[in-house]
């Protein structure tokens, strides 16, 4: 450690979302960059940082984004009621990005390299971006480069209809050209997790957040947005016996598939930002901070190559390799020193094996009613890239809630094979 007491710890001061929506809904209309302006504008309200140097340092990122969004983070900055000189970048990693942007700052006001900084992400499955048929785009890459008018015509002449149809963005890995609902599918299947759990997983999801937007838990974490107070895809109503009536949608080509479009989470559109800085900012402020986020992990697994079918390499069970090495290098258990647990919810099904993986790798089994307390993915949805910082806010706003110190685990799947984690704690 410096003369200068580095590295320091990183306070989880407050987050600011607006409300999920399902795709093409209220929000498809709006861009990555109007919803996260929104969630960073009542962000700056709420604790006063439209003053010049107030934060430090903006990041940010979107799985989904237009050519237009190259700069995504620092346009929203601009667009913002924050000062116009604040530095901003983007980042990405799937669904680990709104949790790996909020690591990349952390690390920085660590290191006092900087104060504060805000981080987090958004993404919208409604104004995805529609990419020029490739063998339009090679063609008119050839009439460019013509060195005549003749050349050029002779390149646009080859031209047919169905050059015009646009590669739209689909949700499968570009390696096996499975969707991540068919690769989870083959991970529940070589875990044995059944249909039951997994509704009764989704319908505890709704019922939690519903409980816990009726005690005015997101009241200070939740925006308004486009006429959404909650989100959209949450269904208070929902019982395990209600989600048995649907009939599966991933894994039909096997018998008894169990995935159904109630035990997974739905395209959804989304923003959620969180307010990180050392303890020296806060106190100048008279801000209490929530939590401290005090260690994270990532993994990979090679869900090409790998023990796909076993369940040890299946594409989102990067987690199960990062938590335990987390732990291990924290000295802490699972069990005895944890409080509260947030895994989210991309399935029930990926949860259900992420817990099994856990005890077969040596961790204890998980309370369940640690778990995702205030709900998670499944009713709230997933806007990929905020996720992340959705879960940040939500777990330090928890742990805060207890009485005296407490300690919260974060785990997060992504595309790709990926998997981001992170420990939160409250002295």
């Not at 450690?1 to 989880?12: H, I, K, Q, Y």
């Not at 050059?163 to 969707?179: K, Q």
């Amino acid at each position: 450690m410096s003369a200068m007491g580095f590295p320091r710890r990183v306070a989880v001061v407050g987050g600011s979302r607006i409300p999920f929506a399902r795709s093409d809904g209220p929000y498809a209309t709006a861009s990555n960059q109007q919803m996260l302006t929104a969630a960073l504008d009542a962000l700056a309200d709420r604790y006063g940082l439209e003053q010049p140097g107030a934060v430090g340092e903006f990041v940010a990122g979107a799985v989904l984004k237009h050519s237009r969004d190259f700069n995504l983070a620092r346009e929203t900055v601009l667009g913002s009621k924050l000062d116009p000189r604040t530095p901003a970048y983007d980042i990405q990693q799937a669904c680990g990005t709104g949790l790996q942007a909020i690591v990349a700052a952390a690390n920085k006001i660590a290191l006092g390299q900087t104060e504060s900084a805000v981080a987090g992400g958004a993404d919208t499955a409604s104004d995805a971006p529609l990419g020029v048929n490739d063998g339009l785009r090679r063609i008119l890459l050839e009439a460019r480069r013509a060195k005549s008018l003749g050349g050029r015509l002779a390149a646009l002449a080859r031209i047919r209809p169905g050059h015009l149809v646009p590669d739209i963005p689909r949700n499968a890995e570009p390696r096996t050209g499975l969707s991540m609902g068919e690769h989870a599918a083959v991970t529940a299947r070589a875990w044995g997790i059944g249909r039951q759990a997994q509704d009764e997983l989704a319908a505890a999801s709704h019922q939690r957040l519903a409980a816990a937007y009726e005690r005015g838990f997101f009241d200070d974490l939740v925006v308004p947005f486009r006429g959404l107070e909650r989100d959209q895809n949450l269904r208070p109503d929902s019982t395990a016996d209600r989600l048995a009536r649907l009939k599966p949608v991933f894994g039909t080509g096997e018998p008894d598939p169990t995935m159904t479009a109630g035990n997974s989470t739905p395209l959804t559109d989304g923003a959620a930002l969180v307010l990180l800085a050392s303890e020296d900012w806060a106190a100048e402020r008279g801000l209490q901070p929530l939590a401290y986020l005090t260690a994270y992990e990532t993994a990979a697994v090679d869900f090409v190559h790998g023990d796909v079918a076993g369940g040890e390499d299946g594409l989102l069970m990067a987690p199960a390799y990062a938590v335990p090495r987390m732990l291990e290098r924290t000295g802490l258990d699972l069990a005895a020193d944890f409080d509260l647990i947030e895994v989210h919810e991309a399935f029930a099904s990926q949860v259900l094996a992420t817990l099994a993986a856990w005890e077969k790798r040596g961790l204890p089994a998980v309370d369940r009613d640690r778990l995702n307390v205030t709900g998670s993915s499944l009713a709230t949805g997933h806007p990929f890239a905020a996720t992340g910082a959705r879960i940040v806010a939500t777990l330090a706003k928890s742990l805060a809630e207890r009485e005296g110190s407490g300690r919260g685990l974060i785990s997060v799947c992504a595309a790709g094979g990926q998997g981001v984690t992170a420990i939160l704690e409250r002295p």
